[in-house]
Each structure stands twice: as C-alpha cells, then as structure tokens.
C-alpha cells in the first residue's frame, strides 16, 4: 500500500500595531500600521504566495488530480489581500477552481479564543466559514484551531460544529511508543477524526532545509521522497507555513525548485498517493489519543508558553478578554472589529520572552525592539480601548436618563421623555371644544 501524504500549508498575517503610546489616546483611535501591513503583504505576496501559487496550480494540472494539497488561510490575511494585494486572493480562487484543494476552518483572527471564550470562539469560526463560502466557494469538513493549539476539549468544540477532522501536532512525549503517521480518534469524541503533523518531516523543510550543520544537510527532493515512501503504509501529515517557500526560505536557495520537484516525483512514484485531510476522514483510527492538556506546534515545548509563558502575555490576554462582554454589549461596530483584530494571537507572541532557538524565531517574526516594547504598545492600546468603551457607556447612560417616572393609579409607569409635537399639543384643545358644543 502506498503512503497517504497530506501536506497542508498554513497562509496567515495579522494586522499590526502603529506605534502607540499614552499620548495617542488624546488624538488617534486607530491602531494598526496600515503603511507597515501593505509593504510586508506586498512583499510576501511577490517573494511567496504568488509564484507559489503559480507553481502548485501548474502542478496540480500536470498530474490531473495525483497532487492534492490544504491550505488554511485567516481572515485577517484574506481582508489584507483584498486591500493591498488582490492578485493573490485571485490566484487562490484559481487553486480552488481545481478541485484538488481544501480549503480547512479555523478561527478568523487567528485568536486563542477557544481558551478564554467558548461564544467568542464559535463567532470567530463561523465567520471564517462564511468567508471560505464566499470568496472560494468551500465549505469546510475539517478543523485546524490557531497554531495547531489541542486539547480534547477543543476537539469536543469542534465535532459539536459539525467539523469531521481535525488537525494537531504530532507531540512525542503524548505520543510515546505511537507513530504520528496513523489516523486518530480523540478522546470523549465520538466520530471526528485526528491527523497529527509530522514533527521531523515538517521542521526537516520548513527549519533544517537551509542548516548546513544539519547531518542530512542538503536536503533533495529525492532523499525527502526516500524517507516517505520509507513509511509505507501509513498517513504522513506535513503541515508547514506557507511562507516558508520564498520568505522564511529565499528563492536563491532553490527552495522553489525543491518544492517542484519533490511533488513532481512525488506524484509519479507509485508509492505515494497524494490526499488531503477530509480524504483522511474515511479511514478507520488507529486507536484513542488522550490530550487533556492544551499543545500547539510553537517552539520546543510544543504548548501554549509561545503565547502565555510569561505574567506579561497572561496580564495582556486576560485584560483583552475582560473587555469581551462590555464591548459586545455596545453593539459598536468599529469598537469591536477593532478588539477581534486584538484577539489575533500575534500580538501575545511577540510578547515572549524566551532566548535561544525559540527566542530567535519570535525575534524573526516579531515587528518590536523588545518583548518589553511589544507588550507596552498593547497595554497601551487595550487601555484607549478601555477609554473608548466607558465614553460609549457614558452615552448611553445620558440616552437611560430620558426615560421618565409616571406614578398612576396602577402603579409606577415608566416612559420615554419626548418632547410635545404640534399635533400633540392640539388635542387637548379638541377636546373642549367639543365640551363646549
């Protein structure tokens, strides 16, 4: 039997913050860099997404359904398409056209709702499943939460909407004597199915491609097919970033040449059938994955420290989400578009404090001087958010202090004060002229 390799990339960007202080608040309540977001998307967008995507859908019509491959795209990268880079959305309209794409579910903002709030969660994802509707035409069967952040709750959240597959990482000390290369069922679920992400097949391309002290350094096309097909039987889940292909990777390092041709030989070899993660929902589990405590595919430790590792990054999450009910209640559209754009998960990773290895890639990703820097930036902003809510509060109050306090025979009555119209001050005046009749 062949293996069943599933490859799925992950297509996402924030929109993040100007720099903002406590001086802003008095006369800007704007937040995001627009200037700063156009020139990374841009960027990306000639460097990554575009002759990326060239590539694949060239490939994809070659083989004639041999190649197949997932993506799962945020909401916040679709909107910043739509605003400074329109081709690309055009280009991923033509993958999905193919029929040989999956477009997978996720939170729209890219947040760490599913920890903090079950409503806000559920809005996130349904608005992410109306966008896929939308702009590509799918609807999607399977689940991918924010940065592969699981647990078994979350799968529960995410069979219960109605999602056949979800995706987590591969963790080895979870796993124990397991192979990740197996299709799961996760624990308390009932028919949902797991696919766990490959771990050292993944971060072999997407982090020791270009390492020449790595043992296997260079990697080929033809060395990373040998170690697939070396699998046999099995489900071997690659889930990469997207932006690993022309960004993370440049060009001059023939990662766009690798990339063609491991699917190229991929596709010919009978021992590798392309599939994607729906596609894997119709094969029967291996057995039960166990999961209670939260994991993600970020850093070392593959668990939530990425995010919430430091009292900085739980002060700035937990201030955010306070803000949740009373922003809701406001039914302010501005005020709240602006807080989900909050809740993307970015703006906390940047707030991590770790050193070495994983210090270094949040240092890569992160647009601040310092960790420090980043997490005064978003006080700052949570704190104008704060200021914005109590004037909106405010106003509504002056708006309660309209309604007046009639006493009647019945009772207290309470009623609108509304100022006497013309026709309303007439009556009376109709009513004893025709006493005097």
């Not at 202080?21 to 000639?46: G, H, P």
């Not at 349904?126 to 924010?146: A, I």
């Not at 990740?180 to 072999?204: F, H, M």
Request: hydrophobic share 40%; charged share 30%.
């Amino acid at each position: 039997m062949p293996a069943k390799l599933c490859l799925y990339f992950q297509v996402h960007q924030p929109f993040r913050l100007k720099k903002y202080t406590i001086f802003s608040a008095e006369r800007d309540q704007y937040y995001f860099d627009d200037e700063k977001n156009r020139q990374i998307i841009q960027s990306i967008a000639a460097d990554c997404y575009l002759p990326a995507n060239k590539l694949l859908l060239e490939l994809i019509k070659k083989y004639k359904g041999r190649f197949k491959v997932a993506y799962s795209i945020t909401g916040t990268a679709v909107e910043q398409f739509q605003k400074y880079a329109p081709e690309v959305l055009a280009s991923f309209r033509a993958l999905a056209l193919t029929g040989c794409v999956e477009f997978l579910s996720e939170t729209y903002y890219h947040s760490l709702s599913a920890l903090y709030s079950k409503t806000e969660f559920i809005e996130q994802v349904e608005k992410h499943r109306e966008m896929l509707l939308e702009q590509f035409d799918y609807e999607p069967k399977t689940f991918r939460n924010t940065e592969l952040i699981y647990d078994n709750e979350i799968a529960r959240m995410a069979e219960a909407l109605g999602y056949e597959v979800i995706l987590a990482e591969g963790v080895e000390h979870i796993l124990g004597w397991r192979s990740p290369n197996y299709v799961y069922q996760p624990a308390g679920a009932g028919k949902i199915k797991l696919l766990l992400r490959n771990c050292k097949l993944s971060d072999d391309l997407a982090f020791r491609y270009n390492n020449r002290l790595w043992p296997d350094y260079p990697l080929t096309p033809a060395k990373y097919l040998r170690w697939i097909e070396q699998l046999g039987d099995a489900a071997v889940n690659i889930f990469v970033d997207y932006e690993t292909f022309g960004e993370h990777i440049k060009r001059a390092e023939n990662i766009f040449e690798f990339l063609h041709g491991f699917i190229k030989e991929a596709a010919q070899s009978e021992k590798i059938e392309f599939i994607t993660p729906v596609e894997a929902a119709r094969f029967k589990p291996a057995g039960e994955i166990d999961i209670p405590a939260a994991t993600s595919w970020a850093d070392t430790q593959k668990d939530l420290s990425a995010w919430l590792g430091n009292n900085m990054q739980k002060d700035a999450a937990q201030n955010l989400y306070a803000l949740e009910k009373e922003i809701k209640k406001t039914k302010n559209k501005i005020l709240l578009n602006d807080w989900k754009r909050l809740t993307s998960a970015d703006h906390l990773y940047y707030i991590s404090t770790k050193y070495l290895g994983d210090g270094e890639v949040h240092g890569y990703f992160s647009p601040y001087k310092s960790p420090y820097d980043a997490f005064i930036n978003y006080m700052n902003v949570l704190e104008n958010v704060r200021k914005r809510l109590k004037l909106l509060a405010n106003a509504a109050g002056r708006e309660d202090k309209r309604v007046v306090v009639k006493k009647t025979k019945k009772g207290v009555k309470k009623m609108v004060a509304k100022k006497k119209t013309k026709k309303a001050a007439k009556k009376p005046a109709k009513k004893k002229a025709k006493k005097r009749k």
